[in-house]
Structure formats: structure tokens, C-alpha cells
């Protein structure tokens, strides 16, 4: 099918005049209408055509907490806001543009500044939908995004590596850890991996690549493209087949763990493989000089009886060949069929069934065995060097065969398999051979079913047990294999009962010499050398790191993508080829062809979003970067620059912004620098009457005082209790107990011992079941982009704030905290309470209030009505 170019003509070829809306037009640097400080210069001229001014300059206290809530997301302490009033009183200026570079320079900013990041990844550490899963490597990305903020990586470089880092630097952990961004969303486990119906796969894979899509487009140029997914966007140029040119670019991608540093991966797995392969070479050496025989479970995983073979693996009954992943009822099952092995040590496997009296072959050589009862002819999994598929137990008198020091042989009704002898006397150097084994039946104990158990020798019958169930005793096998045998084999059979849970296993089965040599001091001392470095090999395998993982994504052979009749999964049209946005007139809108290998897709997308011929880019992140400075965007829809988003209320300014960024080296600090210093920042956020025709505030005549979001509130508490604790990085707290089911359990606790004290940036964040308090407090919904928190007024955040047995044992501990600075002196300990809370000493009517609450009442009281003041909670 030929591919379909894109382009934002309309069907009858004349030029949509959607196209000339602004967002989509070329940022030009306005001039300046005014000297000093730009911001304040454009904001200014807006204020005095509508006869407004700006309010005055807020006082030092205010200013101080306003920069360490908006840069860091924490209040300033006691003695960090009086040092600040102090060197503000000698010089204001300097004062504040030394503290604006001491905060940026935080670790804490990248903190804070991460969380905002996070709201419009919709990150989580579980995939949500009904089986909410747990991703316990996401978190990598979470910490590269905080080291990404403090590092200052420009930002059009920040884009480039969350959309293709593994691509560009496939080498570099970080840069492969960023693409934790495309992965970030959420995962549908059950109709990715679960369901067998290839409809429900196609459209969970559909919603996948939409939220992909979604999520690059809305985060990094403001752009509803998902609204063209059923039909051509109804508002803004994009037609449909440009949102599944989109999808294109994504079609090879999918979410999963992977290394974080492939080639220390590599190396770490070259490095394990030789020390395991060095000490099964020595425990072969050993087993040779101590005489301990040959284990058959060895061999059975394709090891030569001294362990070389691997745990797990084992042979298909019903075709002689290895078999590593567990298995079921056996496909073309044929009883009394003789499949051989290759290798020296297998003969043969079969099913048997001797059903009318038949005698069973067992070997290649055509030996058969007679007295088989008859069997149902089903076999199920395969002969195992441990145990079989589903087995319940692989404990007999009281030892669990499958731990270390031991081994287990499994097998499951009906199966049997024949060793040969001669390949085992030659490495055991001796004729006269001896087989012991532990029999046990690992099915379940509380069903009455039986299988039945016989080993022959040359089809010899040495041992029978005709009804092994889960309450048998000890049986013990201890055959004699004389010189000239040649077969061994073991059979499990169904006991009449059909196969249902009949795993038999043998436990240490092992074929050794009947009469071993004694010792020589010579085989003594190699034995101890071998010892030796046994140990030092084990000790040094011990000590491999284990590479580090990261829930990112791992590239595939793109799938075909197809134009979807209203988004139908089952109604594909035209098919077409990785491209942008046509809109954007100054950049092409083709990225590759349809052949094109996945990582370079996403490389070119990579390049047109942050080529500084996109207008959106720029526009888009110095619009939330203003968002979160003032309260609203110069474009109050951060998301959505389209023509159903609102206009900016500065559009020069935005402009001006947008240039300046790459003026500063796409440096996101220089810009916070310049945004914090205007006096547009600084002002006061005292209504002032003669503005009143502003009602929204929206020319910036005044600050707009913000409550502060859930996490931040959380973490001032603890700040303020003494309890915080700011261990930074590492796997997220988790503040709930978890009980795995097919739908997980999350029950969340009360946050009280210090690891559940760490910045909420640290949390563990369950999609599908919110932590109850910060989502009382408008903590953002992780399964949704959040570009925006919502600001709600509710009864239960009252409550909460008061009730919550969180707060309550903070405000306990703010008392502690409190009392161990200040003494028992009731007056100094509200002085310091209010320091703590507020940067500030209480007025006279307070301090007396707040006396008669702490003799009343206590000082925890009091604590816990600070932690529930307005001034506490707002940012002024």
C-alpha cells in the first residue's frame, strides 16, 4: 500500500486559515518598550493602557519564603530567614540575588522542580488499570529527572534524550534512563500480556501509543494532537493521518525494564558466566576425587552428572529434546513411542501405557519392560533437573530436595526415562556401580491421588511402590547396578488415577562407584586445594554487582501503521510514514520512511521538537515555568496552545521569553533567575482597590498568593517538626503495606519511623489507589497528564489538615522539637513555634491567644493549629 504524504491543505486544495493562528507562527524577539528589567517593561506598558500599576514591593520575610517554597518547595528556617533580613536590611539587592543563586544551586531546587515535571509525565511506580503492578525500577527516571533540574542540563537537550537518549548515547546510563519519560504513563498488563484475544491486544496497544504520543506532544509543545485520533482535529491543522504519522514514530517502542548500562550489563554477565563456569569445573573435580558418584538431576539438565548442568532445564517425554521453559500437558503426546536423547549419558524417554498387558520399550536398542498397569497415554511438562511444572511439593521426610546442598530429579506421571550406564562407569572408573535416591510425590497433599513408581535395571524390575500420594513415608531406592548393566531407567506412572497432580521426584539421585578407593594423600591435597578455590570463586561470584535496571523502553521492528477509521483498531485504512506536524510552516514535517529503523524515528522527532525553528517549544516551557512562578501561565492553558487553549495575555512578552531561552543556552536556572528578580515577581499580593477592574489578575498588578500543593505542605511539616529526613535518590518510600493478589493491595499507613519521612518527591506512587491525605490536598492524579493542579476548597481538607493522624503526630513532634530547643518557658517556646511555622514572631494579640491555648491545652495543641493556619498552607 503506497504511503500517504502528510500536509495541513484542506481536500479541495485551498489553505486552511487555521494555520495563521499565532502559536504556530515564528517567535521574533519584540523590542524592549522600556529600559531595565524586560519582564517588568512589558508588563508595565500592558498595566498603564488599562490605567493600572503594580502593587508595591513585598517585605523581606515574604519575599524570602515566596523564593525558598517556589525554588525548593521547603520553608526557610528560622535562622536561614533572619540571616536573610539581616544582610536584606544593609543591601535589599544583593541580599536577594545572592539568595535566588544559593537556591538554585540547591539540591533541593531539582527537587521541587522535578515534581512539576513529573505532573505532566503522569510518572507512577505502578502501571495502573485493574492489575496495578508494580514497577520497581521506574524510579531511576524520577532521580535522572532531579539531577537533570540541578545540573542545569539545557532543556532542549533534556527533550532529546527523554525521546531518544538510547539512541543518541546508547552507552550512557543517563541518557538511557531518560527515556523512563515515554515509559512513564500508564501500562495496560492485562491487554498487552494477559488476554488471549488479539482484538483486545490490538486496542491496548492502540491506547499505548496514544498515551505515548499524547504525552511528547502535550509536554513538550502544548499540543492536542489526540483529538485527531477518531477524526481530523475539529479546532486546530492536524488531520488525522498526521496523529497516526505520529503513532509511527513510536511503533517499535515498548515499555519495559531494561539495563540501565547495557555494556555493564555485558560485562558483569561475561564475568558471572566464567565464575560459574570455573566452579562447576571444580565441584567437578571434587565430586571425581570425594567419590560422591554422579548426579542424574545433572545430567537430566544437560550436565555431565558433576554439575555442569543448568537448574530448571530437561527433556521433552514425547520428542528427546531439551526443554528450559516450563511446560504443560505435552503437545503430540504417543505412548510406548521410544524418543532417543542426544548426548552420552540419556538413552531414551517414553510415554508409557501398558494397557491389554503390552510390554513398553524403554530404550533405542529395543528393550522392553512388562507388568506396566495401564495409564491414560497424557503426560504433562517434561523430565526435570528439578521440580516439574505446577509441583506443589519437593519435600520427603523432612528434606526439601530443591534447596541448596541437595538435588531433585522431577518427573510427572506418565513419563520414564533410561540412562546409560557405560558413559557413567567411564567417568566414574569403576564397573560395579550403586544408584540411591530419596522417591518422593510432590503433588497436593490434601487429594487422595497415587501415582506409581518402578525403576529397572536392563528391564529388570528393582523396585516398585504402586501407590506414592503425599502421606507417604520415606522411600529410599538403593540398587546395585553390576558390572555389565547397561540401563538404569525410572518410570512414574499414573496409578489409575489419571495424571492429575502426579509429580514424582527423586531426591539426591545419584549413580556412584559400589566399592570407592580409598583416598591417597595426594587426591587429600588436591581436595583441599580444590576447596580452596571453591570458595574463593563462589566468594567473588558473591560479590558481582547486579546491573542496574530501568523501566524505560527497548526498541522493536516497527509495525505497519495505519490511518484508523474512527480510531477502530479493526478498520485500518491508508497506511503511513513517521512524520510531525505540518503546522509548524518552518520545519519539515517528514522524519523518515516507512522502513526506517525504530531509533531513528525518534531521533528525527527528537530534532524537530527542539530545532529553534519550532515555535511551540520555546513558547510552551517559558509559559510553565511563569505558570508555576505566578499562579497562572501567560497562556493559562499550559497544555494546549491550540485554538481551543486560551491566548496569551502578554503575547510580546511570551515571545521575549521564548528568545531569550536560547539566548541562555535553553538554561532553565537563567531563566528562573530572570523571573524572580523582575519586580513583577516581587510585588506585594495585597489587593489593591483602584486594580479591582482586573478582577483575574491577569495583567499582574499585584502577586497572586498560592496554597501550597499537597507535597510541598507535607514536607513543610516535617520541616517544621524536625522530621524531615533528606536522604536523596534511591528506590521511593512506600508508605503503605502490600499484599500481592491479582489485583495488588495497597493498605496505606501512617508515615511514622524516618524512611517514611523523606521528601514526598520519594514516594512510591500508586496509580490506582491514592495516598488518601496528599490527595485530599489536590496531589495529581498519576493517571492522567497533569500540567495544571486543581485548587479545591473543601471541608475534608480542613478536616485532614486537623485530624489526619499524620498531622497530629507531626504536631507532637513539632512540640518535642520545640521543647528540646527552648526549654519549658511557655512564652519562649511560642516565640520559637512561630518562627518555626511562619519565619516570624507572633503580635501581642497572638502571643497572648496562644498562651491560654498552651495552658489550656498543651503545646502540641498549638503546634497543630499552626500547621493548620492560612499562613502556613499560603504562599503570600
Not at 562447576?280 to 571425581?288: E, G, H, P, W
Not at 528434606?399 to 546442598?405: H, I, R, S
Not at 486543581?790 to 481538607?797: F, H, P, R
Not at 502540641?860 to 503570600?876: G, K, S, T
Request: net charge negative.
Amino acid at each position: 500500500m503506497a504511503l500517504v504524504a502528510v500536509g495541513s491543505s484542506r481536500a479541495d486544495g485551498v489553505e486552511d486559515v487555521r494555520l495563521q493562528h499565532w502559536a504556530w507562527q515564528p517567535v521574533i524577539r519584540p523590542t524592549v518598550p522600556a529600559a531595565g528589567n524586560a519582564i517588568d517593561a512589558f508588563i508595565n506598558l500592558k498595566l498603564a493602557a488599562q490605567g493600572l500599576v503594580m502593587a508595591p514591593e513585598a517585605d523581606a520575610r515574604t519575599l524570602c519564603r515566596r523564593l525558598y517554597f517556589d525554588l525548593m518547595g521547603l520553608p526557610p528556617s528560622p535562622e536561614e530567614m533572619a540571616t536573610f533580613l539581616a544582610e536584606s536590611a544593609a543591601d535589599a539587592s544583593g541580599a536577594y540575588g545572592r539568595l535566588v543563586d544559593c537556591l538554585l544551586a540547591s539540591p533541593q531546587y531539582g527537587e521541587r522542580w522535578a515534581r512539576h515535571w513529573l505532573d505532566i509525565a503522569h510518572y507512577a511506580d505502578t502501571h495502573g488499570f485493574e492489575r496495578d503492578q508494580r514497577r520497581d525500577n521506574a524510579w531511576r527516571y524520577r532521580d535522572w529527572v532531579i539531577q537533570a533540574f540541578n545540573a542545569d542540563q539545557p532543556y532542549d537537550a533534556f527533550l532529546r534524550d527523554q525521546i531518544a537518549g538510547d539512541v543518541l548515547r546508547p552507552e550512557d546510563p543517563a541518557a538511557v534512563i531518560a527515556t523512563g519519560f515515554l515509559a512513564a504513563g500508564p501500562w495496560d498488563f492485562v491487554g498487552q500480556a494477559e488476554t488471549p484475544s488479539p482484538v483486545l491486544k490490538r486496542l491496548a496497544r492502540a491506547d499505548d501509543l496514544d498515551d505515548m504520543v499524547t504525552q511528547v506532544m502535550t509536554a513538550a509543545c502544548g499540543v492536542t494532537v489526540n483529538c485527531a485520533r477518531c477524526h481530523d482535529h475539529k479546532l486546530d491543522p492536524i488531520p488525522q493521518r498526521e496523529y497516526y504519522a505520529l503513532w509511527s514514530v513510536f511503533a517499535g517502542v515498548k515499555r519495559a525494564d531494561r539495563d540501565a548500562d547495557a555494556l555493564g550489563a555485558k560485562q558483569v554477565a561475561e564475568q558471572k558466566q566464567r565464575l560459574t563456569t570455573e566452579i562447576a569445573n571444580v565441584k567437578s573435580q571434587l565430586a571425581k576425587l570425594e567419590n560422591r558418584g554422579l548426579d542424574l538431576a545433572d545430567i537430566v539438565g544437560g550436565g555431565n552428572g558433576l554439575g555442569t548442568g543448568k537448574k530448571g532445564d530437561g527433556i521433552n517425554v514425547a520428542t528427546g529434546k531439551s526443554q528450559s521453559v516450563p511446560g504443560s500437558f505435552v503437545e503430540g503426546a504417543k505412548a510406548n513411542i521410544v524418543s532417543a536423547v542426544a548426548g552420552d549419558y540419556v538413552d531414551s524417554v517414553v510415554i508409557p501405557n501398558g494397557d491389554g498387558g503390552v510390554e513398553v520399550p524403554v530404550t533405542t536398542t529395543g528393550l522392553k519392560v512388562s507388568g506396566i498397569p495401564k495409564t491414560s497415554g497424557q503426560a504433562w511438562d517434561a523430565v526435570r533437573d528439578g521440580p516439574v511444572s505446577a509441583q506443589k511439593s519437593t519435600e520427603s521426610a523432612g528434606v526439601d530436595f530443591n534447596k541448596d546442598g541437595h538435588a531433585l530429579l522431577g518427573l510427572h506421571a506418565n513419563a520414564a526415562i533410561t540412562f546409560d550406564l557405560n558413559p557413567l562407569r567411564a567417568i566414574l572408573k569403576s564397573e560395579s556401580l550403586r544408584f540411591q535416591a530419596d522417591v518422593g510425590y510432590g503433588g497436593r497433599g490434601e487429594q487422595e491421588t497415587f501415582a506409581a513408581v518402578r525403576v529397572f535395571v536392563d528391564g529388570e524390575l528393582v523396585f516398585l511402590t504402586e501407590r506414592i500420594s503425599a502421606k507417604s513415608g520415606r522411600l529410599f531406592v538403593n540398587v546395585t547396578l553390576p558390572a555389565g548393566a547397561k540401563f538404569l531407567t525410572l518410570m512414574a506412572t499414573d496409578g489409575g488415577d489419571g495424571i492429575s497432580h502426579d509429580q514424582v521426584f527423586f531426591g539426591d539421585p545419584r549413580i556412584a562407584a559400589a566399592e570407592p578407593a580409598a583416598p591417597t594423600e595426594v587426591m587429600l591435597a588436591e581436595r583441599a586445594a580444590l576447596k580452596s578455590r571453591l570458595a574463593e570463586c563462589e566468594h567473588e561470584l558473591a560479590a558481582q554487582p547486579t546491573p542496574p535496571k530501568v523501566y524505560a523502553v527497548v526498541s522493536e521492528t516497527p509495525a505497519v501503521v495505519n490511518v484508523l477509521l474512527r480510531g477502530d483498531p479493526e478498520q485500518p485504512r491508508e497506511t503511513v510514514a513517521p512524520a510531525a506536524l505540518s503546522l509548524v510552516a518552518a520545519l519539515k514535517p517528514e522524519l523518515a520512511d516507512g522502513d526506517s529503523p525504530e531509533g531513528e524515528r525518534r531521533r528525527a522527532l527528537a530534532a524537530w521538537i527542539t530545532s529553534p525553528a519550532n515555535p511551540l517549544t520555546r513558547r510552551v516551557i517559558v509559559n510553565r515555568l511563569w505558570h508555576y512562578h505566578f499562579g497562572t501561565g501567560l497562556v493559562d492553558t499550559p497544555s494546549d496552545f491550540g485554538a481551543g487553549g486560551g491566548k496569551p495575555s502578554h503575547p510580546e512578552l511570551l515571545d521575549w521569553l521564548a528568545e531569550e531561552l536560547v539566548a541562555q543556552g535553553w538554561s532553565l536556572k537563567a531563566m528562573h533567575r530572570l523571573l524572580v528578580t523582575s519586580a513583577t515577581y516581587r510585588q506585594q499580593s495585597a489587593h489593591v482597590q483602584s486594580n479591582a477592574s482586573d478582577t483575574g489578575n491577569r495583567l499582574l498588578w499585584r502577586m497572586n498568593p498560592r496554597r501550597l500543593d499537597a507535597e510541598s505542605v507535607r514536607d513543610a511539616v516535617l520541616a517544621v517538626s524536625g522530621k524531615l529526613n533528606r536522604e536523596p535518590f534511591g528506590p521511593g518510600y512506600r508508605d503503605f503495606d502490600y499484599t500481592e493478589a491479582y489485583a495488588p493491595v495497597y493498605q496505606y499507613l501512617t508515615a511514622d519511623k524516618p524512611e517514611l519521612w523523606r521528601r514526598s518527591i520519594y514516594r512510591f506512587v500508586v496509580r490506582t489507589t491514592p495516598q488518601q491525605f496528599l490527595t485530599t490536598l489536590d496531589c495529581a492524579n498519576p493517571a492522567n497528564l497533569t500540567p495544571a493542579r486543581n485548587i479545591t476548597t473543601t471541608a475534608l481538607q480542613s478536616l485532614a489538615l486537623l485530624n489526619n493522624a499524620f498531622m497530629q503526630q507531626q504536631a507532637g513532634y513539632f512540640a518535642e522539637r520545640v521543647t528540646s530547643e527552648i526549654g519549658d518557658d511557655a512564652v519562649a517556646q511560642i516565640k520559637r513555634a512561630f518562627a518555626l511555622a511562619f519565619g516570624r514572631a507572633p503580635t501581642a494579640a497572638e502571643a497572648e491567644s496562644a498562651l491560654g491555648l498552651v495552658q489550656a491545652s498543651g503545646l502540641p495543641q498549638l503546634c497543630r493549629m499552626l500547621f493548620n493556619a492560612n499562613e502556613f498552607v499560603y504562599v503570600d
